[in-house]
């Protein structure tokens, strides 16, 4: 099926991206979920995606046409449990070993062992916090999940159902700020809240990693680029000068890790920056 790319570009939500078992699942409270999987199509064939409209029209061979809707069916164990037909509000994906992880506002609902697109009724954990969930991520087994001022780390169960583990708060003051403002790289797992960036190995420690530009969350960080020119007499009314000064506003902010500069880049769009850790 080819999906109007006007869709997509309607949503001004932030759009969770998960991979699992080589598929990318995708979406939103608004848009939906999706899932795309790569293909290899044979011969010189337009690999395009498709933008025509009518499905009688489409060619069938675009990256469109292997973007398909995500619909909840039953799983290998219908007989013995009823299955979710439906998830109302699912904001973000995550996964847990072999199954994938549905976020909505106070809950995670998993999937059946390898079957990301089956959920047992009932298969869910309740986030006993009334400020919703924001993002999930798995470390060494465990969930970390978070609202927009509380970390909890929880440890499931073993077995089919893995929903009656050990739910622990870790921080009562330090939350992430949306499904895309966490990331993790060489077993670690870092994200951006509205008081600074941390870290967690699995273990019950929340550990900051942005105490040297600390009044960026609290206050403002002079723009040294306006110091620069100013100081090197740079500066003249012919040229726009940037901001004296940056502060956090976490709208859209986005985290992600260079594998080949081995560093954090933290993009702040509404200041239009991107502050970059480096070890």
Same mark, same amino acid.
């Given at each position: ?29 608004? $848009?939906? @979920?999706?899932? =795309? ?50 998830? /109302? ?10 199954? @994938? ?5 106070? /809950? ?7 079957? *990301? ?7 869910? $954990? ?37 929903? /009656? ?18 990331? +993790? ?12 960036? =941390? ?41 726009? +000068? ?5 502060? @956090? ?10 594998? *080949?500069?081995?560093?954090? +880049? ?8 991107? $502050?970059?850790?480096?070890?």
């Amino acid at each position: 099926n080819a999906y109007n790319t006007s869709v997509f570009a309607r949503d001004a939500t932030q759009i969770s991206f998960t991979e699992f078992n080589d598929t990318l699942f995708f979406g939103n409270e608004s $848009l939906g @979920l999706y899932c =795309y999987r790569p293909s290899a199509f044979i011969g010189n064939t337009c690999k395009a995606i498709d933008t025509i409209r009518s499905e009688a029209q489409t060619s069938g061979v675009g990256e469109s046409s292997i973007i398909s809707k995500l619909n909840l069916v039953n799983g290998a164990f219908a007989d013995a449990y009823s299955y979710l037909t439906l998830i /109302a509000n699912v904001k973000g994906l995550s996964k847990l070993g072999n199954r @994938l992880v549905y976020l909505t506002d106070n /809950a995670l609902y998993f999937s059946d062992n390898n079957y *990301p697109s089956s959920v047992v009724a009932g298969h869910i $954990l309740s986030l006993p916090t009334e400020s919703p969930i924001t993002a999930c991520r798995e470390i060494n087994g465990n969930l970390l999940v978070f609202t927009k001022n509380e970390t909890f780390l929880y440890q499931p169960t073993q077995g089919f159902f893995v929903n /009656a583990g050990q739910l622990t708060k870790i921080s009562e003051s330090v939350g992430c700020l949306s499904i895309n403002s966490i990331t +993790m790289f060489d077993n670690v797992v870092a994200w951006v809240s509205d008081t600074g960036v =941390y870290t967690n190995t699995g273990n019950l420690q929340v550990s900051p990693i942005s105490d040297n530009i600390k009044p960026f969350f609290n206050s403002y960080l002079p723009n040294p680029l306006s110091s620069f020119r100013t100081q090197n007499g740079k500066a003249n009314q012919i040229y726009k +000068m940037p901001k004296i000064s940056h502060q @956090l506003d976490d709208t859209r902010v986005t985290l992600c890790y260079s594998t *080949p500069l081995k560093a954090l +880049m933290i993009t702040i769009p509404k200041e239009r920056i991107t $502050l970059v850790h480096n070890n």
